[in-house]
């Protein structure tokens, strides 16, 4: 089987959508021929195990030599499956339209079928950001569209499955939670009473940091470092509240980190803090729950099982329930802490091993390839 997935980026600053596919490409690729196509330049591209990678041109002022570029790709791979990662971007229906064309261009009755993951971006927080603006247009123009094409929708989350099927465009969405090679990530050895917090993550609004900035300045015990990247004047509007609210010496800007250095960092940590608004999955919190390290999250992010698991707390996206979360872990003690980083291993060698996601993946494309 023969499958081309197209994710806007395989470049390491822009997260999760790239870690993702870094995960699963090493997996999937040992069932299926995979092949992976991003916007850009090669060189700007990670490396992937088990995949064959391609780019194809990313402006939008340069669409012909886009469609050249995808429909040759087409004709080199002839794939049975095509799978769209993302939402919103023109791009990303473009390349999803296209390979519609060139299906009907191609030999008669040429099977393929085209899966998309949104990778929480129907998600009803994000499509409300800037919904006059920019998302109805997108929506009227191509995105609809998009999501009614597709042969199957692929969520991470039931949350998510839920919120999708309720946009009412596409009823046949699978459920497979994203995955992650637990086998290589190296479990902390020490754990201490809650102190030090981490956040990883991209910066953005619906990340919620400016919610535990506040719930910070109460809890003056906690120090929190920040690992990860954003747009210049929204960064620059997390310093100013910081520097607002008194943090200063206890909250650290660390900017994006990568590779060992990374995972150090989680390790390190006594606890990883992600306070979304919505997240369709937060690989950062299987990260952190694989390495052993507590996660308190919100009530925007699938992960009642930390909860049901007792490897964490899930609260709601506001400051009191973050702040009341916060003092209640400064009772436990350091061999309660180590009970808790055991049990999330534990949670994530269960539930989200690649291995289970790259299997589940290959049985729904066969689903498709089979009719």
């Known amino acids: 089987m023969k499958v081309l997935q197209f994710i806007p980026s395989m470049s390491l600053k822009d997260g999760g959508t790239t870690t993702y596919i870094q995960e699963l490409a090493p997996e999937l690729g040992k069932l299926v021929d995979l092949h992976v196509c991003a916007l850009g330049n090669l060189e700007d591209c990670i490396r992937l195990e088990n995949a064959t990678e391609h780019t194809i041109e990313v402006s939008l002022k340069h ?11 087409l004709d080199d791979i002839k794939p049975d499956i095509v799978h769209i990662n993302c939402c919103w971007m023109p791009q990303c229906a473009l390349v999803q339209r296209w390979t519609r064309q060139w299906q009907k261009l191609s030999i008669l009755n040429y099977k393929l079928s085209i899966a998309l993951t949104p990778h929480g971006m129907l998600e009803p927080w994000i499509v409300k950001r800037h919904y006059w603006t920019k998302k109805v247009p997108a929506i009227l123009l191509y995105q609809k569209w998009a999501v009614k094409d597709a042969d199957v929708i692929v ?4 949350e998510e499955k839920k919120h999708i099927a ?11 939670p994203n995955g992650i090679n637990v086998s290589a990530i190296e479990m902390k050895r020490q754990w201490k009473r809650p102190m030090d917090l981490l956040f990883m993550s991209r910066l953005h609004p ?4 400016e919610m535990l900035f506040e719930a910070l300045k109460d809890v003056e015990v906690f120090s929190l470092k920040i690992a990860g990247s954003g747009e210049a004047a929204y960064m620059q509007s997390l310093k100013d509240l910081v520097q607002s609210l008194g943090l200063n010496e206890r909250v650290t800007f660390l900017g994006a980190v990568f590779g060992e250095e990374k995972w150090q960092k989680i390790r390190e940590s006594d606890i990883v803090v992600l306070p979304s608004y919505s997240e369709n999955f937060g690989l950062i919190v299987a990260e952190a729950l694989a ?8 009530t925007g992010t699938p992960w009642k099982s930390i909860e049901e698991r007792q490897c964490g ?3 709601e996206p506001n400051i009191l329930c973050i702040k009341d979360a916060l003092i209640s872990t400064l009772s436990l003690s350091e061999e309660e802490m180590e009970d808790m980083g055991k049990r999330a291993r534990i949670l994530i060698e269960d539930k989200f ?19």
């Open 63 to 73: 669409i012909l030599r886009m469609k050249r570029q995808w429909m040759s790709l």
């Open 155 to 158: 969520a991470t989350a039931e």
């Open 166 to 176: 309720e946009l009412g465009w596409n009823d046949n969405i699978a459920m497979l």
């Open 206 to 209: 619906k990340k919620g940091l």
């Open 291 to 298: 390495s052993g390290t507590p996660v308190l999250t919100t």
């Open 313 to 315: 707390w899930q609260v």
């Open 353 to 371: 091993d690649v291995k289970v996601l790259a299997a589940n993946l290959y049985k729904l494309y066969s689903s498709f390839s089979a009719m």
